[in-house]
Nanobody, 125 residues
Framework: QASLVESGGGLVQAGGSLRLSCTAS????????MAWFRQAPGKEREFVAS????????NYGNSVKGRFSISRDNDGNTVFLQMNSLKPEDTAVYFC??????????????????WGQGTQVTVSA
């Protein structure tokens, strides 16, 4: 069964940077939209960023615009999340997701049928 594996989480001070990676187990993920979500304790899962397989369009959640950047490798099976100017409120478990859909609801979790196990990002004040 296809899977997604995240890496790159950790502890960083406010203002610092981290780069998350998510690698898919199959080449077929190049034809899927890949995205990052995050979930802090006691809060709902929040959309962070997505990279569409339709022309590579990128979308970002309002709270990370201008600070985070999503990218994919040439094969399209690995997605990265470069996180700069990190804030304590960015602390969460970050999940990679993938799905094939043709609507523009990039932040809708129901559009994604593959999820990674999550990686913890902790930003200290």
């Amino acid at each position: 069964q296809a899977s997604l594996v995240e890496s790159g989480g950790g502890l960083v001070q406010a203002g610092g940077s981290l780069r998350l990676s998510c690698t898919a187990s199959e080449r077929t993920f190049s034809s899927k939209t890949m995205a990052w979500f995050r979930q802090a304790p006691g809060k709902e899962r929040e959309f962070v960023a997505s990279s569409s397989f339709l022309g590579g369009a990128e979308n970002y959640g309002n709270s990370v615009k201008g600070r985070f950047s999503i990218s994919r490798d040439n094969d399209g099976n690995t997605v990265f999340l470069q996180m700069n100017s990190l804030k304590p409120e960015d602390t969460a478990v970050y999940f990679c997701a993938a799905g094939s859909f043709y609507n523009t609801m990039y932040g809708y979790t129901g559009n994604y049928n593959f999820w990674g196990q999550g990686t913890q990002v902790t930003v200290s004040a």
